[in-house]
């Protein structure tokens, strides 16, 4: 029997790329309400405590695990040493917490975070470059399998991994310690059919993130004026249940691969449009239903 587990993203509540979406929202409300919303685990953001000593009991106090957290990648630019020393305190942190993976995204030349570049300005990496990073990246992921937190590589609209054709290039380009984070939302933004890269490369998948697409939002983005930023504010994402995704076949495909753990509702949107406790409670009911329809069973409670 599949196991699953489901955990929510605190960018719901607070946008550390958008500080007016929820900036004064303080952590506690993210995390009670993820409790309340029945998800049994959270990743990190900006407003986190930085060590085990003040993040466990922390999360003691609601009753959640750490799954994992975004961490901002340089290997593009940087080497592989002062990487790996760049890492140690959020790994260390992670490892501590018991969390799954690292999220490893990389921001080297990213516009993910500028609302003034638009979405056609992207990085883009040669085939030469692509294979130059995915040694690095090798390396890295080795060190992390090696400390104990693997790496799963999240690619992200408005960086240099965005679409398939550049997932399928790093997947060739790198060993098997580099696992591959899923995220619906983003690869439906990017163009791709996401059961595509679950049948290519569902053997590398480690971690999966959740998001839903708002299709009349998406259909109207202008990718030579309009940033990832603003397409964010208009509302592109959403939480599962609410957009254009189909999480039935979805789930049942990560079934059929085999895959089991982590299930991450991570949708930012403006938390004045959207409340984050009614969203995250509808992202978490179809979850449960998708999940249980496609065989799995959900553990309850704090791990």
Not at 126 to 154: M, W
């Amino acid at each position: 029997m599949l196991k699953a587990k489901l955990g929510i993203a605190p960018i719901a509540w607070s946008n550390d790329d958008l500080p007016q979406l929820g900036g004064d929202t303080p952590l506690s409300t993210c995390l009670r309400e993820s409790h309340l919303a029945e998800f049994q685990g959270v990743e990190t953001g900006g407003k986190f405590p930085k060590t085990s000593e003040l993040l466990k009991p922390l999360l003691r106090e609601y009753q959640l695990d750490l799954v994992s957290g975004w961490y901002s990648g340089t290997l593009l630019d940087n080497t592989v040493e002062d990487e790996i020393k760049k890492s140690l305190p959020q790994m260390q942190l992670f490892r501590d917490c018991g969390a799954v993976c690292l999220v490893y995204g990389e921001t080297a030349g990213t516009i993910q975070n500028k609302q003034d570049v638009p979405l056609s300005k992207r990085r883009r990496l040669s085939d030469a470059q692509l294979i130059e990073y995915g040694n690095k990246l090798s390396r890295f992921a080795e060190f992390c399998t090696d400390f104990g937190v693997p790496l799963a590589f999240h690619h992200h609209m408005g960086t240099a991994i965005e679409d398939e054709n550049d997932i399928d290039r790093l997947m060739a380009a790198t060993s098997k310690d580099v696992g591959l984070l899923f995220d619906s939302g983003h690869l439906t933004f990017a163009g791709v059919d996401p059961l595509s890269i679950l049948k290519k490369h569902g053997s590398r998948i480690n971690h999966v993130h959740t998001k839903d697409v708002r299709k009349e939002v998406l259909t109207s983005l202008d990718w030579n004026k309009d940033s990832f930023l603003d397409a964010v504010l208009k509302g592109v994402y959403t939480v599962p249940g609410d957009g254009m995704i189909d999480f039935e076949a979805i789930t049942r495909t990560l079934a059929e691969i085999g895959y089991q753990g982590w299930f991450v509702v991570e949708a930012e949107q403006d938390p004045a449009k959207a409340p984050p406790l009614e969203y995250a409670r509808i992202g978490n009911g179809t979850l449960r239903k998708c999940l249980s329809a496609a065989g799995y069973t959900i553990v309850e409670g704090i791990i």
